[in-house]
Each structure stands twice: as C-alpha cells, then as structure tokens.
C-alpha cells in the first residue's frame, strides 16, 4: 500500500509523473499520476452599489453574498480604507465548499458631499482578485434664518 500527494504551488499547474512499480516477484507495473492544481471560484451578488443620496447622519447598509461554487474553502479578505465611510461587517472570512457568506456593506457620509471608493477581494490560493464598487451621497438639511 502507498499513497499519492498532489500538491501544485501555482493555479493552472498541470503535472504527469510516472512512477515503476516492482513486485517483490520482480513484477513491474507503470502507474501515470496526472494532476492540474485549480482555483477557487468566488462570486460576487454585485459588483456595485449605489447608496444613492443618504441625509449626513444616517449609516444605510446593504448586503454582498459571496458564493464559493467550487470544492475548495475559500479564504477572502477585503481591503477597504480605515475609517473610510465605507466599512465592512465582516472584511475577512472562509466560506465553506460550495456554499454562501454574506456582508454588510454600510455608507457613513458624516459631510455632504459625494463619495466614491473602490473594494478590492484578496482570495487566497489562486491569483483571483475582484474590485467592488461602493458609491454615495451625503447631505444635510440647511434652515433659513
């Protein structure tokens, strides 16, 4: 009895080795192991959001579902921005095979103005990133004299 380990440092890496089996009869048998080392596969409910115009003040939220559609855990992490008015509930995480996480995505303009940032994914093993776009308005309510 023996075992095989297939273990690819790169995404997308194919290998073929074939080994020489001897029997202690003097018996030989070719065993070809063939392997190709694959990505994640994360996707993504939206690539963009849109908080439209929020009152300064108010810290709307909405939602990102990340599905991991392939056998593997998948490791993400988000960069955003300390303190930028953009945060997520949860910037890192592991998702399970073949299943889903969520995060909340929440806008925080404490000045009017427009607000715009970009979101990029990390996703361990493999070399995907993905960018998500997050946009708002902030404003405030002025009163005459």
Request: aromatic share 10%; net charge positive.
């Amino acid at each position: 009895m023996f075992r095989v380990v297939f273990a690819p440092h790169a995404t997308g890496a194919f290998s073929c080795e074939t080994f020489t089996l001897v029997t202690e009869g003097g018996n030989k048998l070719a065993l070809t192991c063939k392997g190709t080392a694959v990505a994640p596969q994360l996707r993504l409910s939206t690539r963009v959001f849109s908080f439209g115009s929020v009152r300064s003040g108010i810290t709307p939220s909405k939602t990102l579902y990340l599905q991991n559609n392939s056998d593997l855990p998948v490791h993400y992490q988000f960069l955003t921005e300390p303190g930028g008015v953009f945060t997520l509930t949860r910037p890192h995480g592991v998702i399970r095979p073949r299943s889903m996480a969520h995060t909340g995505v929440k806008f925080a303009g404490s000045a009017p103005g427009n607000y715009w940032q970009r979101i990029v994914c990390l996703v361990k093993v493999g070399c995907l990133v993905t960018r998500q776009r997050v946009a708002g308005v902030a404003w405030s309510m002025i009163r005459s004299a």
